[in-house]
């Protein structure tokens, strides 16, 4: 494109064409007014609230009766259960009128709208939830159109998610210029946006457009009525009728208003744009918003627009043989139903539209990638609070209904009284997921505000968690302890700084209980770390056994003087490490108990130069000798540089092949202006863009640990990076992946100014051509993507948001780094993998925001790495489950035929054990220290307590289950629950078969296993309680179900002790009621997908 628009003599000419078209059809414009309403970006939440959307809202319900033929519509729930609170109950009724009527449609029904690239599945869905159901519940609607116009960029996911959710269509907005252009030349701005995975020829064609969105893409740049119009934005200006006094503005300059004299001239003006705009669609209808950020804020504003435009549509519709066209008020539901009515054959679509540009600001390309990395603390701080609470939803759940069953009165208004708590977690949750929250996008006092909301309610989850336990273990619950007896592990001083570990005690004549808390549906391998005040220390297991530990030192890294750069072991501090083998969603006590044969053998051995002079008691600390560092375990060697004390190559022993993975940190130079919050780009003015940001701190350090169960090396660089990289010899499936933690600190600016930092892969992997290199990059945690670099766009335009994980590979091996947050990553040259890690650019990037990005903290960033070999003997994915009815079919032909569009291009899907890995960052088991107050009053805990009744398969992720809302009691919990469940793809190539038999319950050497890799559904794998929770081995398995209550509908129950009246499949959201499932064994979920069932408990 060489102009800011491309509408260029092309485009004139077909429209021209068409305009003399006998056979086309009349012009349809739909006008819609809206207002877009951010929660939070230059002011708070609140702030905007007060100042500017409380009024709007009562403005529509003041104003619409008043206008009868006015449209409006709304996204943001979270600020209409805001402005409800507080409307009088005659205002209420207004809107619901209004919104029952179809005059003012909720759109989306989001908490927030969400952001796309950044927000993890799980808040994603979350968000959606908690807006669906306070529409529902407040004003008796569904939502039936998407209206995602101010995301930086459209993923795949969110599509999905509408169509799950029983939606008709939706609206896009921002997308690359390029993609603008190329919709516009081919007519193809509405299209079905169908899952990647999906193929016609798989299921039918239907079957693929079950799972499809209906999305119409805004022709031009940006929502505004400047840029909405039409394609000539300059005349455009001229129909925007806001005038305020006192407000100085381009349109309040060239905007008249509609008079008898210039009515004729102004309706021909605004019809050529209309239809032009329409001529971009091969139905000639078009939606024309009429509207932009925080707009009908003024009675004046909304007099003005409406009357001058009820003037054109009035004359236009007076003059329908003049014009050939038919123009009303209207929402996006009356745009999906004139196009459908006149059009089918709608074009499909698989991919995504990142990296978003834009070229309308400066007349050149800005890629918008920076806001992938943007602020990572508080990315971070986000998914800890979404972790936290899936968590508390599903305990609170299950002990909650329990406690209503089991007539616990007590118990049931614990939960009762805190469960408003858990709705304001959901709340905080959801609005970070808007799309100037999460990216790191609004003002440095806007995201205090988010990040102080998201620390209150980790706070409160924790502590709900924490009494919801104690009822769970107790043997004798209703003997209540006069004192909570249970607190987290972890606390922190405010939201700014990162969580401590609170130190066991043990002492000669006292050991201390603590729960190890499994949250997920799937056996878990879990490396447990608790601090204790001596190395004298046992664990014993829920039997009382002893088990296998190791004892490493505290290092004063975070907390060291770098003046002094004395980096040494804690005399007062001890981790004890062990690995923990957790059944499905279940509470295991653990003891941490004093050791009177001492500590020899458990202890970590330490190599390090500077220590050299410390005299530490219970470690050994020896010198670390010249040459390259190497850490073993029976899987593999690692080779560290000897200089850098990063890594260089690892060596898998079963290949007997050394692979070159070699680890390097630096940073891209951002370019002044035009590098900030949303922005990414390189300073073209340094001739090498990379800059070693290392170089400065010279005195840097290397540790190395080593031990029974683990083996680490660790560099610092000052005060500015921590690198860790870690091997386990626990003798499991962790042995063969390598974790990595970054502790990142930029210090105070103006250091390190206008630093894009990275970590990069460099391998032998042959990952594409030197000019074009491949990788993959998930999408919100629920699918991944490809992506090919393309040289002539740059670094910036080459960078794809990741949330949860990226990788290379070529037909022999490939490379999955797992992450923990979003954060941007790229493939620039064949072999390579890197992740932005933080960045810092003193500068605003004039998207709005206004200031640069300077407030960064010290960060801990967490990832796993694994080296994979692919079999290309294997079929690529897994194939759905036989459906209920149809016989089990052997493992071996229960795989997928190549799921792609053409067989060159399959879909890739990552690992069993990358899923598994992946689980276990995003939701770690979560630990309770018991505290006894009375050491008399002796507590009677069950040690294993399994909650589950049913063996989830290996695939299917439980990734809610979420209580609903009593319908007129709008703080009280109900007796029913959403059951959201995702069947995590993996594709049986990679790593192995017995990988897949690990985690899969199956045998390696044997095809008539009776697990299957595949299985879908619960009921294949179905175990009882025998009482309190007793163990049994293995993640899979057995598919016998053993005798139970006789009075408990055995075919619904999948929870121990916990009786469930109905189970009935539901829309994503559970607006839209399916059939009732005769039993769980029902439950059926293709790959990739994610279903939810409404669970009805029994009172």
């Given at each position: 494109m060489?102009?800011?628009?491309y509408?260029d003599?092309?485009f004139?000419?077909?429209?021209e064409?068409?305009?003399?078209?006998?056979?086309?059809?009349?012009?349809?414009?739909?006008v819609?007014p809206?207002?877009h309403?951010d929660?939070?970006w230059?002011?708070?939440?609140?702030?905007y609230?007060?100042?500017d959307?409380?009024?709007?809202?009562?403005?529509a319900?003041?104003?619409?009766?008043?206008y009868g033929?006015?449209?409006?519509i709304?996204?943001?729930?979270s600020?209409l259960?805001l402005?409800?609170?507080?409307a009088h109950p005659t205002?209420?009724r207004?809107l619901?009128?209004?919104v029952?009527?179809?005059?003012?449609?909720?759109?989306?029904?989001?908490?927030?709208?969400?952001d796309?690239a950044?927000?993890?599945?799980?808040?994603?869905?979350?968000?959606?939830?908690?807006?669906?159901?306070?529409?529902k519940?407040?004003?008796?609607?569904?939502p039936?159109?998407g209206?995602?116009?101010?995301?930086?960029?459209?993923?795949?996911t969110v599509?999905?998610?509408?169509?799950?959710?029983?939606?008709?269509?939706?609206?896009?907005?921002r997308?690359?210029?390029a993609?603008?252009q190329?919709f516009?030349?081919?007519r193809?701005?509405?299209?079905l946006?169908?899952p990647?995975?999906k193929?016609p020829s798989?299921?039918g064609?239907?079957?693929a457009r079950?799972?499809?969105?209906?999305?119409?893409?805004?022709?031009?740049?940006?929502y505004?009525?400047k840029?909405?119009?039409?394609?000539?934005?300059f005349?455009?200006?001229?129909f925007d009728?806001r005038?305020?006094?006192?407000?100085?503005?381009?349109?309040?300059?060239k905007a008249?208003?509609i008079t008898?004299?210039?009515?004729?001239?102004k309706a021909?003006?605004?019809?050529?744009?209309?239809?032009r705009?329409?001529?971009l669609?091969?139905?000639?209808?078009?939606?024309?918003?009429?509207?932009d950020?925080?707009?009908?804020?003024?009675?004046?504003e909304?007099?003005?627009?409406?009357?001058?435009?009820?003037?054109?549509?009035?004359y236009?519709?007076?003059?329908?043989?003049?014009?050939?066209?038919?123009?009303?008020f209207?929402?996006?539901v009356?745009?999906?139903?004139?196009?459908?009515?006149?059009?089918d054959?709608?074009?499909t679509?698989?991919?995504?539209f990142?990296?978003?540009a834009d070229?309308?600001n400066?007349g050149?390309?800005?890629?918008w990638?920076?806001y992938?990395?943007t602020r990572?603390?508080?990315k971070?701080?986000?998914?800890e609070l979404?972790?936290?609470?899936?968590?508390?939803e599903?305990l609170?759940t299950?002990?909650?209904?329990?406690?209503?069953?089991?007539?616990s009165?007590?118990?049931?208004?614990?939960y009762?009284?805190?469960?408003?708590?858990?709705?304001?977690?959901r709340?905080n949750?959801?609005?970070?997921q808007?799309?100037?929250?999460i990216?790191g996008?609004s003002?440095?006092n806007?995201?205090?505000?988010?990040?102080?909301?998201?620390?209150?309610s980790?706070?409160?989850?924790v502590k709900?968690?924490?009494?919801t336990?104690?009822l769970?273990v107790?043997?004798?619950?209703?003997?209540?302890?006069?004192h909570?007896?249970?607190?987290?592990?972890?606390?922190?001083d405010?939201f700014?700084?990162l969580?401590r570990?609170?130190?066991?005690?043990?002492?000669e004549?006292?050991?201390t209980?603590?729960?190890?808390?499994?949250a997920l549906?799937?056996?878990?391998l879990?490396v447990?770390?608790?601090?204790?005040?001596?190395p004298?220390?046992?664990i014993?297991?829920?039997?009382?056994?002893a088990?296998?530990?190791?004892?490493?030192?505290?290092?004063?890294?975070?907390e060291?003087?770098?003046?002094?750069?004395?980096i040494?072991?804690?005399?007062k501090?001890?981790?004890?490490?062990f690995v923990a083998?957790?059944a499905?969603?279940?509470?295991?006590t653990?003891?941490?108990?004093?050791?009177?044969?001492?500590y020899q053998?458990?202890?970590?051995?330490?190599?390090?130069?500077?220590c050299?002079?410390e005299?530490?008691?219970?470690?050994?600390?020896?010198?670390k000798?010249?040459?390259d560092?190497?850490?073993?375990?029976y899987?593999?060697?690692?080779?560290f540089d000897?200089?850098?004390?990063?890594?260089k190559?690892?060596t898998k022993?079963?290949?007997?092949?050394?692979i070159q993975?070699?680890?390097k940190?630096?940073?891209?130079?951002?370019?002044?202006?035009?590098s900030?919050?949303?922005?990414?780009?390189?300073?073209?003015?340094?001739?090498n863009?990379?800059?070693?940001?290392?170089?400065?701190?010279?005195?840097?350090?290397?540790?190395?640990?080593?031990?029974p169960?683990?083996?680490?090396?660790t560099?610092?660089?000052g005060?500015?990076?921590a690198?860790?990289v870690r091997?386990y010899?626990?003798?499991?499936v962790?042995?063969?992946?390598?974790?990595?933690?970054?502790?990142?600190d930029?210090?105070?600016?103006?250091?390190?100014?206008?630093?894009?930092?990275?970590?990069?892969?460099?391998?032998d992997?042959?990952?594409g051509?030197?000019e074009?290199?491949e990788?993959?990059s998930?999408?919100n945690g629920?699918?991944?993507q490809?992506?090919?670099?393309v040289?002539?766009i740059?670094v910036e335009?080459n960078?794809?948001?990741?949330?949860s994980?990226?990788?290379?590979?070529?037909?022999?091996?490939r490379?999955?780094?797992?992450?923990?947050?979003?954060q941007?990553?790229?493939?620039?040259e064949?072999?390579?993998?890197?992740?932005?890690?933080d960045?810092?650019?003193?500068?605003?990037?004039?998207r709005?925001?206004?200031?640069?990005v300077?407030?960064?903290r010290?960060?801990?960033?967490?990832?796993?790495?694994t080296?994979?070999?692919i079999?290309?003997?294997?079929p690529?994915?897994?194939?759905p489950?036989?459906?209920?009815?149809?016989e089990e079919?052997?493992p071996?032909?229960?795989?997928?035929?190549e799921?792609?569009t053409?067989?060159?291009?399959?879909?890739?899907?990552?690992?069993?054990?990358?899923?598994a890995?992946?689980?276990?960052l995003n939701y770690?088991?979560?630990?309770f220290?018991?505290?006894?107050?009375?050491?008399?009053n002796?507590?009677?805990?069950?040690?294993a307590?399994?909650l589950?009744r049913?063996q989830?398969?290996c695939?299917?992720?439980?990734l809610?289950?979420?209580t609903?809302?009593?319908?007129?009691?709008?703080?009280f919990?109900?007796?029913?629950?959403l059951?959201?469940?995702?069947?995590?793809?993996?594709s049986c190539?990679?790593?192995?078969e017995?990988?897949?038999g690990?985690f899969c319950?199956?045998?390696?050497?044997s095809?008539?296993?009776?697990?299957?890799s595949?299985?879908s559904n619960?009921?294949?794998?179905?175990?009882?309680?025998?009482?309190g929770?007793?163990?049994?081995d293995?993640?899979?398995?057995?598919?016998?179900?053993n005798?139970?209550?006789?009075t408990?509908?055995?075919e619904l129950?999948?929870?121990?002790?916990?009786r469930?009246?109905?189970?009935?499949?539901?829309?994503l959201?559970g607006?839209?009621?399916?059939?009732?499932?005769a039993?769980?064994?029902?439950?059926?979920?293709?790959?990739m997908?994610?279903?939810?069932?409404?669970?009805?408990?029994?009172?």
């Open positions: 060489k102009t800011k628009e509408w003599k092309d004139e000419t077909r429209y064409k068409l305009q003399k078209d006998p056979k086309r059809p009349p012009l349809k414009i739909v819609v809206h207002s309403n929660p939070g230059l002011k708070t939440f609140v702030n609230f007060q100042s959307s409380r009024q709007i809202l009562n403005l319900v003041t104003k619409m009766p008043e033929n006015m449209s409006f709304w996204s943001e729930i600020f259960q402005w409800w609170d507080q205002k209420q207004i619901k009128k209004l029952q009527s179809g005059r003012l449609e909720i759109t989306t029904g989001g908490w927030v709208m969400t796309e950044n927000a993890h599945l799980y808040a994603m869905v979350d968000q959606l939830i908690e807006g669906h159901q306070w529409v519940a407040n004003l008796n609607i569904t039936k159109t209206w995602s116009i101010d995301p930086f960029g459209h993923g795949s599509p999905y998610l509408l169509a799950a959710s029983g939606f008709k269509g939706t609206i896009i907005q997308i690359h210029y993609w603008k190329w516009a030349r081919h193809y701005g509405d299209f946006w169908t990647y995975w193929n798989d299921g064609a239907s079957q079950a799972h499809s969105m209906l999305t119409h893409n805004m022709p031009f740049d940006i505004s009525i840029h909405s119009c039409g394609p000539h934005p005349i455009c200006l001229n009728f005038k305020i006094p006192g407000e100085y503005t381009e349109y309040s300059i008249q208003f008898p004299e210039n009515i004729e001239a021909d003006l605004l019809m050529e744009q209309y239809s705009t329409a001529s669609f091969p139905h000639n209808v078009a939606l024309i918003p009429v509207g950020d925080f707009r009908y804020n003024k009675e004046k909304m007099e003005q627009q409406y009357t001058n435009y009820k003037k054109l549509i009035d236009i519709n007076e003059h329908r043989s003049k014009y050939n066209a038919e123009i009303s209207g929402t996006p009356d745009y999906f139903n004139a196009i459908r009515e006149r059009y054959r709608f074009p679509l698989k991919g995504d990142f990296v978003y070229i309308f400066e050149r390309p800005a890629y990638s920076g992938f990395t990572p603390y508080y971070i701080l986000s998914r979404e972790h936290n609470l899936r968590s508390l599903i609170f299950i002990a909650f209904n329990r406690a209503r069953q089991t007539g009165s007590n118990a049931f208004k614990i009762e009284k805190n469960y408003e708590k858990m709705i304001l977690a709340r949750l959801g609005l970070f808007h799309h100037d929250a990216t996008t003002k440095a806007v995201m205090r505000d988010y990040a102080l909301r998201l620390f209150e980790i706070q409160d989850t709900l968690q924490e009494k336990i104690e769970l107790q043997r004798k619950p209703h003997e209540q302890q006069q909570g007896f249970l607190i987290g592990e972890l606390e922190r405010n700014g700084k969580p570990k609170t130190p066991i005690i043990v002492t004549g006292r050991s209980d603590f729960i190890v808390y499994n549906a799937q056996e878990r879990e447990v770390t608790i601090r204790t005040l001596t004298r220390v046992k014993l297991d829920a039997a009382g056994k088990i296998d530990i190791q004892i490493n030192p505290v290092w004063n890294i975070t060291t003087s770098y003046t002094s750069r004395k040494v072991p804690s005399d501090e001890y981790e004890v490490m083998r957790l499905p969603l279940s509470l295991t653990y003891t941490a108990a004093y050791d009177e044969d001492g053998g458990k202890m970590a051995t330490l190599y390090c130069t500077e050299q002079d005299k530490t008691k219970a470690f050994e600390v020896r010198t000798q010249p040459g560092i190497q850490l073993e375990n899987k593999m060697r690692l080779l000897e200089q850098s004390g990063f890594l190559s690892v022993k079963h290949m007997g092949k050394q993975c070699a680890i940190f630096a940073a891209y130079k951002s370019a002044q202006f035009h900030g919050a949303y922005l990414f780009k390189t300073d073209p003015e340094q001739r863009s990379e800059k070693d940001v290392l170089e400065q701190y010279s005195d840097m350090t290397i540790l190395i640990t080593s031990g169960l683990a083996s680490d090396v560099a610092i660089y005060p500015f990076l690198h860790t091997i010899n626990s003798n499991s962790l042995d063969s992946a390598i974790y990595i933690e970054n502790d990142i930029f210090e105070a600016p103006p250091k390190n100014r206008e630093t894009e930092l990275f970590m990069r892969f460099v391998t992997i042959e990952n051509a030197s074009n290199p990788f993959y998930d999408l629920f699918q991944y490809k992506r090919v670099k040289s002539a740059g335009g960078y794809f948001p990741i949330t994980g990226a990788f290379i590979q070529d037909d022999r091996m490379l999955t780094l797992l992450t923990t947050h979003a941007g990553a790229a493939s620039l064949p072999g390579q993998l890197e992740v932005m890690l960045r810092r650019t003193l500068y605003d990037d004039y709005g925001m206004g200031e640069g300077i407030d960064s010290l960060t801990r960033h967490r990832f796993w790495l080296l994979e070999t079999d290309a003997q294997q690529p994915n897994v194939e489950a036989a459906p209920n009815g149809q079919q052997e071996q032909q229960q795989q997928q035929k799921s792609s053409t067989t060159s291009d399959p879909y890739h899907l990552p690992s069993i054990f990358a899923n890995l992946a689980n276990g770690p088991a979560n630990l220290i018991v505290e006894r107050y009375d050491e008399s002796q507590l009677e805990l069950n040690r307590v399994r589950l049913v989830f398969p695939d299917l992720h439980v809610n289950l979420r609903l809302t009593e319908n007129n009691l709008p703080l919990p109900s007796s029913s629950a059951l959201v469940l995702q069947r995590q793809g993996y190539r990679i790593g192995g017995e990988m897949i690990y319950g199956n045998s390696s050497s095809s008539s296993s009776s697990g299957s595949s299985t619960p009921a294949n794998n179905a175990v009882i309680d025998g009482g929770g007793g163990e049994r293995g993640g899979g398995g057995g598919n016998e179900i005798q139970h209550h006789p408990e509908p055995r129950q999948l929870f121990r002790r916990l469930i009246d109905a189970i009935q499949a539901t829309s959201t607006l839209h009621p399916g059939e009732r499932l039993s769980f064994t029902d439950i059926y979920l293709e790959p997908a994610l279903k939810t069932y409404n669970l009805t408990f029994a009172k």
